[in-house]
């Protein structure tokens, strides 16, 4: 019996402690969930900051900064163009595999307005968007390769780049794509194998 009063009495006392504990564990959370971590001083994008001459908060990049993976160690590769001017070829053999994403990308970004034969005849050409230069003629077919290269890249007229959806490889294979697609426009037809010129000539008029 006096046991059980004993433990009574410690138990009474033990829970004022625990309140204690509580409070000053719930003070500790409370005064980890401050706003300073979050409202800290910072610049959101395009702020304006008076410490710079040019007024702005958002710094240039240090000359030679070069972004993870994105070493252009390759002038001709990375932009058609070798000591500033556009350039003939390619930077790396072209192959089926190339010409095969070449198509890939060709059909995906460029034909809705040069349609899939390149020669202007676009799907939104027929749903009436001006209509774009055959990339078939004959003054855009002597153009070297890097200019098409520099089309892609920078944009043309209306088009805008494509720098950011298309990688400088897949543009290149773009380029190898419309090659392939200019040279199967100027084949004279007694120049094809027999079982293509049979194909061709018996396809209805």
């Not at 980890?32 to 971590?37: A, F, P, T, Y």
């Not at 749903?127 to 230069?133: E, I, L």
Request: proline share 10%; glycine share 10%.
């Amino acid at each position: 019996m006096s046991s059980l009063t004993e433990l009574k009495s410690v138990l009474r006392g033990v829970r004022p402690l625990c309140a204690a504990v509580a409070c000053i564990a719930a003070a500790a959370v409370a005064g980890g969930c401050h706003l300073d971590m979050y409202d800290q001083p910072k610049f959101k994008p395009l702020a304006a900051d008076p410490f710079y001459a040019d007024g702005a908060s958002a710094r240039p990049l240090v000359e030679g900064t070069v972004a993870r993976g994105h070493a252009d160690t390759n002038e001709y590769r990375s932009t058609g163009k070798s000591a500033g001017k556009l350039g003939s070829g390619f930077p790396f053999p072209v192959t089926m595999p190339i010409l095969l994403r070449g198509r890939d990308r060709f059909d995906t970004f460029c034909s809705p307005c040069h349609g899939r034969l390149a020669d202007g005849n676009g799907m939104v050409v027929r749903r009436g968007f001006p209509r774009p230069p055959s990339l078939l003629a004959d003054s855009i077919r002597s153009e070297p390769e890097g200019f098409f290269f520099d089309v892609v890249t920078e944009g043309f007229g209306r088009m805008y780049s494509y720098a950011p959806s298309i990688p400088p490889d897949d543009r290149w294979a773009v380029v190898a794509y419309l090659r392939a697609l200019q040279l199967r426009s100027s084949v004279p037809v007694a120049e094809l194998p027999p079982g293509d010129r049979a194909r061709l000539e018996g396809a209805p008029r």
